[in-house]
């Protein structure tokens, strides 16, 4: 396996030699653009939205943008996707050949999101190029020489009654590996057919002594249950006594952060840790530099993007999207500002509504990181809470209590007054004393709005404490365990109400 690494080291240095420079991000979009609108020209979305006769225009994204209106889910579905399950040629040329369903951090249930064989070489492509950026951050041969572990959703998908083959996004791709991933997939498709998250879990803790895993990839809070898992079974000190060569986290899905205290224990030596932004819609960006957690936007890979300001520009005071948002090209947006995400590409979404935040780190190359969730702006009584500036002050709660918290949730509740306060949830090993003031002054610090929501409508908070058994419990509960799950930060009332029955 030794001349494996180098030869693989050696071809990442070769191509990253022989990179031309890219495209100007302004060209490169348009031509992601044109190249998209080509290829839905004939379909009956492309003709209701004359994609032929944009194409002929002397600035199509202008054109796009006047012919083509935002949509969220609810409408491209009910409009347009759920036909694609009897028609043929409806967003995008054919049939989508899989409907992948999100993990419904918002919304009453999960999305159905139709996956093309295109979209799936976009998947392919972005890996492509994270990986070959991996020649800047100058890992080991050994690395190279090692299996990668992919935690993801249950690959063993359902198919519905039209024929369509359905699960999360991450289970859909390893479903489409081909036979010779298994020499360095882990942990191969028969254990990642496992529908039931523990078996599948206590699957790979049964094999891990026999893989040599050197970087593995899946959302923080199932990794780390998985990897606390495989400890407690082999009786290890930490997770390199069993994978020495463990040196490379593609994690994603949530903020790391909360989670790296945890990681670093479970670790005997450094590892490095990669962001990236896989989402049902799209592998949209991926860490690209070793000096940040900023994520390259994939411009050139089958996506066009367009960008609308968090602010007073495009949303209104609940986080929701105006009637007439200022919509920006990639050529007009800024540094340190912050966007609702809207996304087209080759699985037949046309400025389609992701729901994510994000903010541009640099330009040259356009970085980005995820700043939250729209739906998780917390707004009810005035609070203005970014789930960035929620993120931010629990962990200086959890570093002045020396302990972690990774996950929280919370909702605007009314109380026995009829007065609305902020009850939270805390995933964590701390007592519940003195919790609650404390987070109500580090937000009002962190935050002007909150402290005049506080001084007026806002009456006060709650904090309600629950073990890391609990809270996987719940999200078992609500049928959302282990693969590409990710936390509800912000919930509606009723279902906080229904969390805390639960918890008692």
């Known amino acids: 396996m030794a001349i494996i690494g180098k030869l693989i080291k050696a071809g990442l240095d070769i191509t990253a030699k022989l990179q031309f420079a890219e495209e100007n991000p302004k060209v490169a979009q348009e031509n992601q653009l044109k190249e998209l609108l080509n290829q839905a020209k004939n379909t ?3 003709k209701y939205h004359g994609f032929e006769e944009i194409l002929k225009s002397e600035d199509p994204i202008s054109a796009y943008r006047k012919e083509v209106p935002i949509s969220n889910y609810e409408q491209m579905h009910s409009q347009w996707w759920i036909k694609q399950e009897s028609y043929k040629d409806i967003t995008w040329p054919g049939k989508p050949d899989f409907f992948a369903r ?18 799936l070489g976009t998947m392919k492509s972005v890996g492509t190029s994270m990986i070959n950026s991996l020649h800047d951050f100058d890992f080991p041969e050994s690395l190279f020489e090692s299996e990668v572990l992919m935690l993801s959703s249950s690959a063993n998908l359902d198919e519905n009654e039209l024929g369509f083959r359905e699960g999360e ?17 882990r942990p191969g498709k028969d254990i990642a057919a496992i529908n039931d998250w523990d078996e599948r879990v206590n699957a790979i803790a049964e094999e891990a002594p026999e893989w040599n895993i050197g970087a593995i990839a899946g959302i923080p809070s199932w990794v780390l249950l998985m990897l606390q898992r495989i400890i407690t079974k082999h009786n290890l000190k930490n997770i390199h006594e069993i994978w020495p060569n463990f040196r490379v986290y593609a994690s994603g899905g949530v903020a790391f952060e909360t989670y790296r205290e945890d990681f670093d224990a479970i670790c005997g030596t450094p590892i490095t840790v990669l962001d990236t932004y896989l989402a049902s819609e799209g592998f949209i960006a991926y860490s690209y530099s070793p000096d940040s957690m900023a994520m390259k936007l994939a411009l050139s890979h089958g996506y066009f993007f367009e960008f609308i300001p968090f602010d007073y520009r495009g949303v209104d ?14 050529d007009e947006v800024e540094v340190g500002g912050e966007y609702v995400l809207i996304l087209s590409s080759c699985a ?15 330009l040259n190359p356009p970085q980005i990181k995820i700043t ?37 949730m919370v909702a605007a509740v009314k109380n026995e007054s009829g007065e609305y306060i902020h009850q939270w949830v805390l995933v964590t090993e701390l007592k519940s004393d003195g919790l609650a003031e404390r987070l109500d002054e580090l937000l009002k610090s962190a935050n002007k709005n909150y402290a005049v929501a506080r001084s007026k409508a806002l009456k006060g908070i709650a904090v309600k404490v629950i073990s890391k058994d609990q809270y996987t419990a719940f999200l078992g509960n609500t049928n959302k365990k282990g693969g590409q799950t990710k936390t509800p930060k912000v919930m509606k ?8 029955e639960f918890i008692a």
Not at 348 to 362: L, T
Not at 378 to 402: F, P, R, T, W, Y
């Open 44 to 46: 009956a979305f492309g």
């Open 102 to 119: 999100s993990s419904g951090t918002t919304g009453k249930s999960s999305k159905r999101i139709p996956i093309t064989n295109e979209f």
């Open 169 to 185: 996004i991450s289970g859909i791709n390893v479903s489409n590996f081909p036979d010779w991933y298994d020499i360095f997939y």
């Open 317 to 330: 005071s609940t986080g929701e999207l105006k009637s007439e948002p200022l919509v920006l090209g990639i």
């Open 348 to 362: 037949g979404a046309w400025r389609y509504v992701i729901g994510d935040v994000i903010r541009f780190e640099s």
């Open 372 to 408: 939250g969730r729209t739906k998780f702006f917390l707004n009810v009584v005035g609070s203005q809470l970014s789930e960035e500036k929620m993120d931010k002050a629990i962990l200086e709660l959890a570093e002045e209590n020396g302990s972690t918290i990774n996950e929280y």
């Open 493 to 500: 009332e009723e279902k906080m109400k229904a969390l805390l």
